[in-house]
């Protein structure tokens, strides 16, 4: 026997759900029993022997209780889990939000701090107690400088950017696993 289903529209919204399920049921298509009517058109008997009522206008409850009433729009999506559901599926499956990402482990601790010494006055953000090599110390100083936007350089385990960026600094390392120990003023 086969398994009616009745949309509730019988102008392009109907028509478009009709092929809409067609092309979702494929090979399993001849199992069902698939129309496009308006609410109007569908007798008590019918309605009572459709698996499903779907409608796109919540009027029709009124005279239809078991009807469901989707949003007005592109049928299309909706149709391989409502195939699934009339062959004895169950609801949709909905992942479960995303976990928040792990914290980066601890690289170990570094000391942040502002220098103005032997600078005429002008104020340099001093990453210190870095254990890395020259070339890696290289790459955090090219990364720290472009999020800063500022000039620097990287020397003796020590790299330097100018001006006063502690901020943005400590934001930036603690982001790539580093403890950032605040010193001087």
């Given at each position: 026997?086969?398994?009616a289903i009745l949309f509730l529209?019988?102008?392009?919204?109907?028509?478009r759900a009709v092929a809409a399920f067609g092309r979702a049921a494929g090979l399993f298509r001849g199992s069902f029993?698939?129309?496009?009517?308006?609410?109007?058109?569908?007798?008590?008997?019918?309605?009572?022997a459709a698996v499903r009522l779907i409608a796109w206008d919540a009027a029709v409850k009124g005279r239809f209780p078991q009807a469901e009433v989707w949003p007005a729009g592109d049928p299309e999506p909706r149709m391989p889990q409502l195939l699934a559901e009339v062959m004895g599926g169950g609801a949709a499956f909905v992942p479960p939000p995303p976990a928040p990402p792990p914290k980066p482990k601890s690289l170990g601790t570094v000391k942040l701090s502002r220098e103005t010494a032997g600078r005429k006055g002008k104020g340099v953000t001093v990453v210190s107690d870095l254990t890395l090599s020259d070339d890696a110390l290289k790459e955090l100083a090219t990364r720290l400088k472009?999020?800063?936007g500022s000039g620097g350089t990287a020397k003796d385990?020590?790299?330097e950017i100018q001006g006063d960026h502690r901020d943005t600094v400590a934001a930036?390392?603690?982001t790539i696993g580093y403890r950032v120990k605040r010193s001087g003023g």
């Open positions: 026997m086969k398994k529209d019988g102008g392009p919204q109907g028509v029993e698939v129309t496009a009517k308006t609410a109007d058109a569908v007798s008590d008997a019918e309605a009572a472009t999020r800063c385990g020590r790299i930036e390392l603690e």
